[in-house]
């Protein structure tokens, strides 16, 4: 499977990297992550894009890593749909204090606008 992973500077997407690395080692998917630089989290792009490679080579898998910059929800979506992914995952959601998941926005915009499968990583 042709999987497209989503990753920013946030706990979701740690975890995220963490569930589809696991994955993909088992099922052998083709895996590529996608580092989002236009993102407001403590994590800068080249911190986050130094744990990616350390979980991959960890896993001894060889995965492309690849910079994305404008809008990350839909720069997600179109490279998930132009190049042709059968998944995207990203990393996303908490509870609120009455039980309800939360989405940030670009979560939410993926969510709702892919036309690929996409999977929430929580």
């Known amino acids: 499977m042709k999987v497209l992973l989503g990753i920013a500077g946030s706990d979701e ?4 990297l963490e569930e589809t ?3 993909a080692v088992e099922a052998n ?7 989002l630089e236009e993102t407001d989290h403590e994590s800068s792009p080249d ?14 898998i060889d995965a492309t890593i ?6 990350p929800g839909s720069e997600l979506v179109e490279i998930a749909e132009r190049e042709g992914f059968d998944r995207l995952v990203i990393g996303g ?4 204090p009455m039980g309800k998941i939360q989405l940030g926005s ?3 915009f993926v ?7 996409v999977t929430l990583v929580r």
């Open 13 to 16: 997407t740690d975890a995220a």
């Open 21 to 23: 690395v696991r994955r």
């Open 29 to 35: 998917d083709d895996l590529t992550v996608a580092i």
């Open 47 to 60: 911190e986050v894009e130094a744990r990616a490679r350390d979980r991959l080579d960890e896993a001894d």
């Open 66 to 71: 690849r910079r994305v910059s404008g809008d």
């Open 93 to 96: 959601g908490q509870r609120s």
């Open 106 to 108: 670009i979560t939410e």
């Open 111 to 117: 969510l709702l606008n892919a036309q690929v499968s």
